[in-house]
């Protein structure tokens, strides 16, 4: 059974890039997430399915975290290739965090094709308890 293609616009790519040399489409690999509160973290979970963890680049300026990965395949000599349609390349997502997090202490894990993200609450937005005191003196209201 031969696999074909059939997405026209494929194969305009492809002779796109056979007469100049370049990629008609740029290559895109989704980063899709889920970000949520537990505890005193903010966790964000992203799919990078096949990417070698050596090429996960996360930095972090001002208030802006930005994730940079790539995935790469070639085939074996010898191997010809009927169908290519999963992206290759490097890729990127830009996440805006608030200022109630503490960008320097975040930590990351890499497991299963997923990148795990666990930022911290910054002290000074954690909900905290104000102490009630008492006291015998008298307060005067003006009205």
Known sequence: MALMRSDPFRELDRLAQQMWGTQGRPAVMP?????????????VDVDLPGVDPESIDISVERDVLTIKAERSWSPEEGVEVTL??????????????????????????????????????????????VEVTTGGGQRAINA
Do not use: C, W
Request: aromatic share 8%; glycine share 6%.
């Open 31 to 43: 980063m899709p997430l889920d970000a949520y509160r537990r505890g005193d973290n903010f966790v």
């Open 84 to 129: 290519a349609e999963r992206p290759q390349g490097s890729f990127s997502r830009q996440l805006f965090l608030g200022q109630n997090l503490d960008s320097d202490h975040i930590q990351a894990n890499y497991d299963k094709g997923v990148l795990t993200l666990t930022i911290p609450v910054a002290e000074k937005a954690k909900a905290r308890k």
